[in-house]
């Protein structure tokens, strides 16, 4: 089960911090990944991390502005976004995949208004 958190409404240009918990698996083992939808449009993924070095891949709408990043002691995986615009507005969904296995989170709605 995964679990995000940190989503809100924020002004453009501003920051956020979300969190996804995982709880019932061995967390360690799964590579991670945070998705997005915006209303009308297909899911896509925003950020990468996997299981081992840990190698991150980002999509090229946010390079240079979120950052994901994980804690196998607390099971959490997090995703600082920076210098948020109207177009990030989604809800973000947390994932975990593995040979074989593939969770996804409940979402967490992010909005960026003034």
């Known amino acids: 089960r995964l679990v995000e958190s940190g989503g809100g409404l924020v002004q453009p240009g501003g920051s956020l911090r979300l969190s996804c918990a995982a709880y019932g698996l061995v967390f360690s083992r799964y590579d991670m990944s945070w998705y997005r939808q915006a209303p009308g449009k297909e899911r896509e993924l925003v950020a990468f991390?996997?299981?081992?070095?840990?190698?991150?891949n980002y999509a090229d709408s946010v390079k240079g502005r979120f950052t994901i990043s994980r804690d196998n002691a607390k099971n959490t995986v997090y995703l600082q976004m920076n210098s948020l615009k109207p177009e990030d507005t989604a809800v973000y969904y947390c994932n975990a995949r593995t040979i074989g296995l593939d969770y996804w989170g409940q979402g967490t709605q992010v909005t960026v208004s003034s």
């Open positions: 991390i996997d299981s081992g070095s840990p190698n991150t």
